[in-house]
């Protein structure tokens, strides 16, 4: 994750010295071009979300916003969240309590660039989707929490599930391309329950080299990051092969939790502009299925200069278009583009083993033994029995006499022998 780096003046000072200006769509949004803020979210016009505003603006919708907690900005997000939790062990309870001395703000600029609300005479920020319901589930990374993140994760998203989201951001990665098995539940709750999971993909200036969890879990929506140009970005973004589609990661704005608007880079705020894309899709076809919406996303996407291969390892399926993806004709699908995350369970987590064949001959029987003989009496140690006699002491006697018989007579034999010699003249 990047944090923030530059204020608003110099967002300011950069887009009035580069002459740039905010070309207004009609559309029921309030507007003002001449609105440095407004003039510099470039992103409005670059992925055609001023054009999709024509037909809906997310109403009807909720994104749950997984992240350090979105602050309480008055015309911006205050009214944008409508419920909230802690599942660290060290916020609050509502959810809007900035964790981490460090990335405190993080998540209040990921929920402003999905659905931040823009001030009613159309300056300050503005979200993606300005008029999406926004659930606040407040994480902390590292020392910020007394909860292991594996299942800070993990009860965040069954929270938001359970609390009507339609819409899950993820805007962290792991740095590590495994998952923790507890996760496996987590994320095929929010599928079963027809969730579109957004994730960021990482970012090679954090160090993140390829992508990671969540980013590789099969099933979520991964988003990459291109600069202004549409070119992938080389330090606010990564690669892999699970990135889906690519949205605007250099030059972001976002609303911190007291107010200051902020530049930033990263996918952490390229996920939650597709976050709110999906939003307006969802608004506009109420109807569609996860998998249906990220499919729009995805089919609509625009190729990017640089692709080789669709999908491509740096941009997926290309660069989001918001209006094709709220109005194009997208012929519809029955599994989640993004990979099934409920079969690789079943191959690398609970692979079956293979069935016992049944038998196909019958068993042989085989007759009862006979019973077993009646237990006799039983008599005293001291006297003979039948079996005694039988097996030993008549045995015994048939060995013994005739030892003793042969005995007697070599001794008779040996005492003639001596007499004979006694009686026998020495020479």
Do not use: C
């Not at 803020?37 to 997310?58: K, Q, S």
């Not at 495994?178 to 496996?184: A, F, L, M």
């Not at 409920?342 to 069935?355: I, S």
């Amino acid at each position: 994750m990047l944090r923030g780096t530059v204020a608003l003046a110099i967002v300011a000072a950069s887009v009035l010295l580069t002459g740039a200006t905010a070309t207004p769509t009609p559309g029921p949004v309030p507007d003002d071009p001449a609105d440095p803020v407004r003039a510099a979210e470039y992103w409005l016009d670059a992925a055609n979300i001023r054009e999709a505003w024509n037909t809906t603006r997310g109403d009807g919708v909720r994104i749950a916003v997984i992240d350090t907690g979105v602050g309480r900005v008055a015309g911006t997000l205050d009214d944008a969240v409508v419920d909230g939790t802690d599942v660290s062990g060290s916020g609050t309870a509502d959810g809007r309590t900035p964790l981490g001395a460090i990335d405190g703000n993080h998540g209040s600029w990921v929920a402003s660039l999905a659905a931040g609300r823009g001030a009613a005479d159309g300056t300050g920020m503005v979200g993606v989707a300005p008029e999406a319901d926004i659930l606040s589930i407040s994480v902390g990374f590292g020392a910020a929490a007394s909860v292991p993140f594996v299942e800070q994760v993990a009860n965040g998203m069954k929270w938001a599930v359970d609390h009507g989201a339609d819409v899950i951001n993820l805007s962290f990665t792991t740095n590590t391309l495994e998952w923790d098995p507890s996760w496996d539940e987590a994320f095929l709750y929010a599928f079963d329950h027809d969730v579109v999971v957004v994730v960021a993909a990482g970012n090679r200036g954090s160090g993140t080299s390829i992508i990671g969890a969540p980013a590789t879990i099969p099933g979520v929506l991964t988003v990459g990051g291109v600069d202004q140009t549409g070119n992938a970005s080389l330090e606010a973004s990564t690669q892999g092969i699970t990135i889906g589609v690519s949205a605007p990661s250099e030059g972001l704005l976002g609303t911190s939790a007291d107010g200051t608007v902020m530049q930033w880079d990263g996918t952490s705020g390229a996920a939650p502009i597709v976050a709110g894309i999906a939003a307006l899709v969802r608004s506009a076809h109420p109807d569609l299925s996860a998998a249906n919406v990220i499919n729009r996303i995805i089919k609509t996407a625009v190729p990017a200069a640089g692709m080789t291969s669709v999908p491509d390892p740096l941009y997926g399926y290309g660069l989001i278009d918001a209006a094709a993806a709220v109005t194009d004709e997208v012929p519809s699908t029955d599994k989640n583009p993004m990979g099934d995350l409920a079969e690789w369970v079943r191959l690398y987590r609970r692979a079956e083993t293979v069935p016992v064949p049944e038998p196909t001959v019958a068993p042989v029987e085989v007759p009862p033994l006979p019973d077993a003989d009646a237990p006799t009496e039983a008599g005293s140690p001291l006297l003979p029995s039948a079996d005694s006699l039988r097996y030993g002491t008549l045995p015994l006697i048939a060995l013994t006499v005739p030892g003793i018989v042969v005995a007697l007579g070599v001794t008779a034999a040996a005492r003639r022998i001596r007499s004979a010699r006694a009686r026998t003249p020495h020479s």
